[in-house]
Structure formats: C-alpha cells, structure tokens
C-alpha cells in the first residue's frame, strides 16, 4: 500500500485576536509531498492557518505538531526549511539579483550564488537578464514571481503560499503553477496554497481543505463544486453535468456565475434501491466509485461521480447493512441546498 507520512498534525487548535476567536481547528492532518489547496471566503481564517503551519505565529491553544516534533520544539533550521510567501510579498527596495539571493545569504550559503539565482529566475519563466532590474521594475505578476523565485532557492521542504494569483495576468499565473510543480517534482516540496482563483486552484492540488468562519470543514469530505454556473430564468445559478442532469440551488440569485459550492458531505443523502420515495424533481443519479470507512466507526464514506464530477457523502453503518452500496452500482442523489456554503 502507498503509504503516505504525516507532515502536519493538529488538534483543537484555536487561535485568538484579542478576545475573538478566529480559528478552531478539531483535527487536521497534512502529508508530506502534496500541494494542498485551501479554500475558503474572505476572514475564513487562511491566513491565520498559514501563520501558524509557517511557525511564524504559535497557536493559542492545542497541539500542532510537524514531523513528529511539538511546535514549540521546532529548531531553527527546521524553521528556515518552511517558506512562506505572504499575499502582498514585500521586496526589497535593490535589485532583483539581491532579492532573490537575500535568503541563501542569511544562511551563509553563497557558493554559485550568481548560477543559482539565475535558476530561481528560470524557474518562474524570467530571463537572467531580470536580475539586473530594480524592485520598481517588475510588473505585479513579475513582482510575485520574483517574491517566488528567492523562496524556491532555498529548495524548502514546505512553500507556503497566500494567494500566489491575486492581481496577476494568466501568463504569471501559469508560470507560477509550473514552478510550483517543479518544486514538488524535484525537491519533494510540500505545497499549501490558498487562492480566491478556485478553478487555478483546484486544477493544481491533489487535496483540498476548506474553512468556513475559522472552521474547518470535514477535509475529504467536502465537495466543492466549481463554476462554470448558468442562470436560470428566476437569477438561480444551475449547475450542469456532463451528462445531461443538472443542480438547480435556490436562493442563488445574488451569487455570481464565478462562485464555488461547498457542499457538506453530511448534506448529501444516497439511496440504491426501495427508494421511490426519496426521488423527486431534484433527485440526481449518481455512480458509486468507492466506500471507505472513515475516522469513525460508525460512519462510512461513499464516493461517487455524477457526469464526471466526484462526490462523497457519509453515511451510518445501518445505511449501509439496508443499501450495501458496492462500487458501480446507481444510486439516487438528494442534496440539500438549502445548507450550501458558497466561496
Ligand atoms: N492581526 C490581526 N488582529 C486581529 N484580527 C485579525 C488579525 N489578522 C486577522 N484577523 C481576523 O481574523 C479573521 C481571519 O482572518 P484571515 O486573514 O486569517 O482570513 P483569510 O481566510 O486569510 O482571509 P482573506 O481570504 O481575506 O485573506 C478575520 O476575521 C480577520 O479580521
């Protein structure tokens, strides 16, 4: 079995600003070589989150612990292993040479400095000849990249990144996709990104976490369902699937065609057979592609696609001794809208 090793593990973890509480976090665990997308609105806590998986901020209350090790045992070079690139990188006022090499200087490393920065800058797509150009020289997406490429220097073991794509044009935010693949490719670089750019997003990582009003919501299970959206006559968004069915959600008149769903797993009811009375005018098919038991005894996790979509519910071991869902088999789908978190 592919075994995958735990990088990051927190439980009840809470932090504060003053007297408010911004981030709970029960149970979280994150594995190492992953780039993990976060997702998430506005003041859902992220940022807060990347503050404290980048040692930068200690949380509040509860156990965070990185490669086995308690975070308040974390030893320096542990901590200079763990980049992060803020959402407005601030760059020094010299050049980008001096930028991108500022941080292979502060831990003494300057043996081929001039060939490293020049393979820093080739990763983020810029020619040598940007090294030469002042701070106040780049374009935004130039700007980011830069920031980006004096952190993939240091070849880290994480590159945490808050909103890498804010304000940058696709050609950046391509670049920056493929440097970050790179990273992981060849260093083994383990990736949290967050980005309001969902669909750049969600086409990069291979598992996503979502928070909700500085909670987490059920990583794994989760759904997220991405735009594209229509509009219905009433201003509802609809979600088409690729094979003819669609998700109309009510009370959507005031998102817009760019928004994403978060869809608790636990908002999602499934139904193989005997179930005449659960199909009604919403009622979806869906095909099962696997069941896996949860950290719960008592629950199990289904996971199905409908037109190519996946999706996961949970549901009671009694569920499942009356349905025994197996993979493949057709089911009926209910979700309840009403429930929906919107990004
Ligand atoms: N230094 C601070 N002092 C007080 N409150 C703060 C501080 N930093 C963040 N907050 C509050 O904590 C909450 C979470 O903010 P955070 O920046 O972590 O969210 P986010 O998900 O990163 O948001 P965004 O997507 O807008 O960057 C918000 O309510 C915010 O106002």
Redesign the pocket.
């Given at each position: 079995m592919d075994s995958m090793s735990t990088l990051y593990e927190l439980r009840n973890i809470e932090q504060y600003?003053?007297d408010?509480k911004?981030?709970s976090v029960e149970s979280l665990k994150l594995e190492e070589n992953q780039i993990i997308g976060f997702f998430?609105?506005?003041?859902?806590?992220?940022?807060?989150?990347?503050?404290l998986l980048s040692f930068i901020n200690k949380p509040t209350n509860g156990y965070l612990n990185y490669n086995g090790i308690d975070n308040r045992k974390i030893d320096n070079e542990t901590k200079m292993s763990i980049v992060m690139v803020p959402?407005n990188p601030y760059l020094l006022k010299r050049t980008v040479f001096e930028n991108i090499a500022f941080g292979l200087k502060l831990r003494n490393k300057t043996n081929n400095i001039e060939e490293k920065v020049e393979e820093a800058l080739s990763l983020v797509g810029l020619d040598s000849s940007f090294k030469y150009r002042k701070w106040s020289q780049l374009s935004g997406g130039e700007a980011q990249r830069v920031a980006l490429a004096a952190r993939l220097i240091l070849k880290p073991k994480v590159l945490i990144l808050?909103?890498p794509t804010t304000g940058v044009d696709t050609n950046s935010a391509q670049l920056i996709k493929e440097a970050i693949l790179s990273a992981k490719q060849k260093w083994n670089t383990t990736i949290l990104i967050?980005s309001?750019d969902h669909n750049w997003l969600n086409k990069i990582c291979d598992k996503k976490v979502a928070?909700y009003q500085?909670r987490l919501i059920e990583s794994g299970s989760v759904n997220l369902l991405f735009a594209p959206w229509e509009k219905d006559e009433d201003g509802n968004l609809v979600k088409f699937f690729l094979d003819g069915q669609f998700l109309r959600i009510e009370n959507s008149e005031s998102k817009k065609k760019d928004s994403v769903a978060m869809i608790d797993s636990n908002d999602i009811t499934i139904c193989r057979k005997d179930c005449e009375n659960m199909f009604n005018k919403n009622t979806i098919i869906g095909l099962v592609s696997s069941i896996s038991q949860q950290d719960s005894i008592d629950y199990l996790l289904v996971e199905f696609s409908i037109g190519g979509i996946s999706f996961s519910c949970r549901i009671s071991r009694d569920v499942m001794q009356e349905q025994r869902f197996l993979p493949g088999d057709r089911i009926y789908v209910n979700i309840n809208t009403s429930n929906i978190h919107w990004i």
């Open positions: 600003y003053d408010k911004v981030l998430g609105p506005n003041g859902s806590g992220k940022s807060t989150l990347f503050s959402q808050d909103e967050s309001h928070l500085g």
